[in-house]
């Protein structure tokens, strides 16, 4: 069964600190790996990663992706209050011809405190 | 604002009734995506449609269906409700439904049945 495994499930640190998040997976057919941010409401799309160690940058935000160690992380450098969310990762599984299938995992709740 | 819009925001209804969650795609989508996401459970995928038609099905429940119309907006029905059926209801779109095309969420419907 593919599953897609997220660590920690929480976090609490304060502002200016540094936080790694990580996500394993074991899936078939593997397509992409996707970072999703969640606050209150949607899931807003941050990241997605096909291929090994190429970094993705986002002003503060960075993630990289190990397709042979199954794993990506996704970091978080100078972090702010405003960061404070569930970092959802999703992988993307080839279902048939050219169609995906998303699967997610529970997510990390980081909170940044002043 | 990721441009999926989703009606109603809440939902309060009691067991056995039935509901309808409604979803307006990002223009020039014509993929919907129906998720559940729950406390113990993440975010579970639901069902796809692409231009109309049923593309792919997840861990949708046989009282659940769903359907896109030819405007592209879609229903997602749910009856015979039980408790356990209480979460928050997202639907997302992309451009194409293939590979690679990241998932655009809306703010989600939050149902309650007591």
């Known amino acids: 069964e593919d599953k897609v495994v997220q660590s920690p499930l929480s976090l609490v640190v304060h502002e200016g600190d540094t936080v790694t998040l990580n996500c394993s997976y074991e899936?078939?057919?593997?397509?992409?790996l996707l970072w999703y941010k969640q606050e209150k409401k949607a899931p807003t799309f941050l990241f997605m990663l096909?291929?090994?160690?190429i970094e993705k940058k986002s002003g503060r935000l960075s993630s990289i992706l190990d397709k042979k160690e199954l794993f990506s992380i996704l970091n978080i450098t100078a972090t702010q209050t405003g960061d404070s969310a569930v970092y959802l990762c999703?992988?993307?599984?080839?279902?048939?011809?050219?169609?995906?299938?998303?699967?997610f995992g529970k997510g990390t709740k980081l909170s940044v405190k002043p | 604002d990721s441009g999926v819009t989703q009606t109603p925001k809440h939902l309060i209804t009691a067991t056995g009734q039935r509901v309808t969650l409604r979803c307006s795609p990002r223009?020039?989508?014509?993929?919907v995506y129906w998720y559940q996401q729950s406390l113990d459970q993440g975010l579970q995928f639901l069902i796809q449609?692409?231009?109309?038609?049923?593309?792919a099905k997840g861990n949708i429940l046989e009282r659940f269906s769903a359907q896109q119309f030819p405007d592209l907006h879609s229903e997602l029905n749910l009856s015979s409700l039980e408790l356990g059926d209480s979460a928050l209801y997202f639907c997302?779109?992309?451009?194409?439904?293939?590979?690679?095309?990241?998932?655009?969420f809306g703010n989600g419907t939050r149902l309650t049945v007591t």
């Open positions: 997302a779109s992309s451009a194409e439904g293939t590979l690679g095309t990241p998932l655009h």
């Open positions: 899936v078939t057919n593997f397509r992409s």
């Open positions: 096909t291929s090994s160690g």
């Open positions: 999703a992988v993307e599984t080839l279902r048939g011809g050219s169609q995906g299938n998303l699967i």
């Open positions: 223009s020039g989508d014509l993929s």
């Open positions: 449609y692409y231009n109309g038609e049923e593309r």
